[in-house]
């Protein structure tokens, strides 16, 4: 069944760094836009970064803007999210979602989520 799997979350204190990957099983990421959504419950889910299929341009939310920083890597099937600088504001489930634009919602593909935990 063709799927995307996050990886790389867990806990880690306020300034640390943390570097999520999103893989495609049986599913080729380089053919979509690549994004990456948090959400905490009792909140909207809210997009963190794009990268576009097209001309891989990237897109970022303004909470994380110049502390995560969104890449493909075409021949491992991975899209990345390295975050750095992290914030307890940052705690979340992190899901990475794919469709045909940056601009599409909703993502038409999601992955399962994955935890961060950012302690003070």
């Known amino acids: 069944q063709a799927r995307l799997v996050e990886s790389g979350g867990g806990l880690v204190q306020a300034g640390g760094s943390l570097r999520l990957s999103c893989t495609g099983s049986?599913?080729?990421?380089?053919?979509?836009?690549i994004g990456w959504f948090r959400q905490v419950p009792g909140k909207d889910r809210e997009g963190v970064a794009c990268i576009n299929k097209r001309d891989g341009s990237t897109e970022y939310a303004n909470s994380v803007k110049g502390r995560f920083t969104i890449s493909r890597d075409s021949a491992k099937n991975t899209v990345y999210l390295q975050m750095v600088n992290l914030k307890p504001e940052d705690t979340a489930v992190y899901y990475c979602a794919a469709d045909s634009s940056c601009a599409e919602n909703p993502f038409d593909y999601w992955g399962q989520g994955i935890q961060v935990t950012v302690s003070s």
């Open positions: 049986g599913f080729g990421l380089n053919y979509y836009s």
